[in-house]
């Protein structure tokens, strides 16, 4: 991933941590910068529609919105 792309959080993370039904799971939003390196990598995201989620997450809990399996459930 990269600045620039939209993301929301991966299912598998949201399923570990017990929140695949909630605000979370319907966030979507734009990566704005990266910071550090992998694995460790974390990203700035600016949430859409102003929702009140965590702006700095670990690059490797997010998931690129669209047709995969870290966004969509296999």
């Known amino acids: 991933m990269k600045v620039g792309d939209r993301v929301a959080y991966s299912v598998q993370f949201l399923r570990s941590i017990g929140m695949s039904h909630s605000e979370a799971a319907r ?14 990598a ?21 998931a690129p919105v669209g047709p995969n399996l870290r966004f969509c459930q296999g």
């Open 27 to 40: 966030g979507r939003g734009t990566i704005r910068a990266i910071e550090g390196q992998q694995p460790q």
């Open 42 to 62: 974390v990203a700035v995201v600016v949430w859409a529609d102003g929702q009140d989620l965590p702006t700095r997450i670990l690059l490797t809990n997010l």
